[in-house]
T-cell receptor, first 113, second 113 residues
Framework: LAKTTQPISMDSYEGQEVNITCSHN???????ITWYQQFPSQGPRFIIQ???TKVTNEVASLFIPADRKSSTLSLPRVSLSDTAVYYC??????????????FGPGTSLSVIP | DVKVTQSSRYLVKRTGEKVFLECVQD?????MFWYRQDPGLGLRLIYF???????EKGDIPEGYSVSREKKERFSLILESASTNQTSMYLC????????????FGPGTRLTVT
């Protein structure tokens, strides 16, 4: 899997839009970008996945520039319940080798009232 | 809703004990995974299984073994627990390979004294 770099922590006030950027300079042609969310005392939860340009669902948007060397997870109008750790992963959807699955430390988002 | 359940939320064992962590999924997924999560290190893959009786080592298999006798059940075994195996253990399942969406259980916090 391509190595990813993301901020260790971020703070935001309620109601603001939060953008978390992930760098993945050595992303391969067949790689997808996936984001997970983990609340305290729970397992991670899949949020969104994309390959290029923009993907949007009911939870978040994912922006991927043309060179795909980075991606940005956007959370609109965050609330206290969005306080969680967010993980960026990059890899091939069809690869059978799992021995490099790396969640990394993620970005700890704290939403302040 | 996909449900992944783990046998215990909290477990305390003594050094040298044999420990079994059980995971069951109800979505007929082919792939199942065991991770451990430690502060500052994110999630690290211990073992995964892509079919009944099949298993593959992940990043950190040393000190662990696994068993998958039925499709819905994946067990993690610590043959002789040690204090450095104190951690949060997370089980996941997926219908695909690579970065296909994984569904996680709530985790088991294991303390080895």
């Amino acid at each position: 899997l391509a190595k990813t770099t993301q901020p260790i922590s971020m703070d935001s006030y309620e109601g603001q839009e939060v953008n978390i950027t992930c760098s993945h300079n050595n992303i391969a042609t067949n790689d997808y970008i996936t984001w997970y969310q983990q609340f305290p005392s729970q397992g991670p939860r899949f949020i969104i996945q994309g390959y290029k340009t923009k993907v949007t669902n009911e939870v978040a948007s994912l922006f991927i520039p043309a060179d795909r060397k980075s991606s940005t997870l956007s959370l609109p109008r965050v609330s206290l319940s969005d306080t969680a750790v967010y993980y960026c992963l990059v890899g091939d959807l069809m690869k059978t080798s799992y021995d490099k699955v790396i969640f990394g430390p993620g970005t700890s988002l704290s939403v302040i009232p | 809703d996909v449900k992944v359940t783990q046998s215990s939320r909290y477990l305390v064992k003594r050094t040298g004990e044999k420990v079994f962590l059980e995971c069951v999924q109800d979505m007929d997924h082919e792939n199942m995974f065991w991770y451990r999560q430690d502060p500052g290190l994110g999630l690290r893959l211990i073992y995964f299984s892509y079919d009944v009786k099949m298993k593959e080592k992940g990043d950190i298999p040393e000190g662990y073994s696994v068993s998958r006798e039925k499709k819905e059940r994946f067990s993690l075994i610590l043959e002789s627990a040690s204090t450095n195996q104190t951690s949060m253990y997370l089980c996941a399942s997926s219908s695909g390979q690579g970065l296909y969406e994984q569904y996680f259980g709530p985790g088991t916090r294991l303390t080895v004294t």
